[in-house]
């Protein structure tokens, strides 16, 4: 059963960076979408960036630019550089799966496994 570890999250200024990263351990020979999404208090799961197995990234409207997501299938990693942080990126990001082909890769409901989430706080 494979299983995703975040890690990376933090309490930083506006206009700074983080980097997280997703660890997927337990074996699966098939490579599959991943994406990170976020969810602040109150609000829904949103999602940020996602990338196809091929490498393909989407991304949020709200991060373009600005975020970058990677993903290295030898490592089971997937990685997320936020540059330009804002006060509005404050959320828990999670890392997500999809065990199946998707149609919209932002969509969190697409994604069947989940990470425990890491903080991300950007002070104005």
């Known amino acids: 059963q494979v299983q995703l570890v975040e890690s990376g999250g933090g309490s930083v200024q506006a206009g700074t960076s983080l980097t997280l990263s997703c660890l997927a351990t337990?074996?699966?020979?098939?490579?599959?979408?991943k994406g990170w999404f976020r969810q602040a208090p109150g609000k829904e799961r949103e999602g940020v960036a996602a990338i196809s197995p091929g490498g393909r990234p989407s991304y949020a409207d709200s991060v373009k630019g600005r975020f970058t997501i990677s993903r290295d299938n030898t490592k089971n990693t997937i990685t997320l550089q936020m540059n330009s942080l804002k006060p509005e990126d404050t959320a828990m990001y999670f890392c997500?799966?999809?065990?199946?082909?998707?149609?919209?890769?932002?969509?969190?409901?697409?994604?069947?496994?989940w990470g425990q989430g890491t903080q991300v706080t950007v002070s104005s």
């Open positions: 337990g074996y699966s020979k098939i490579v599959n979408y």
């Open positions: 997500g799966r999809a065990s199946r082909g998707i149609a919209s890769p932002l969509l969190p409901s697409e994604y069947d496994t």
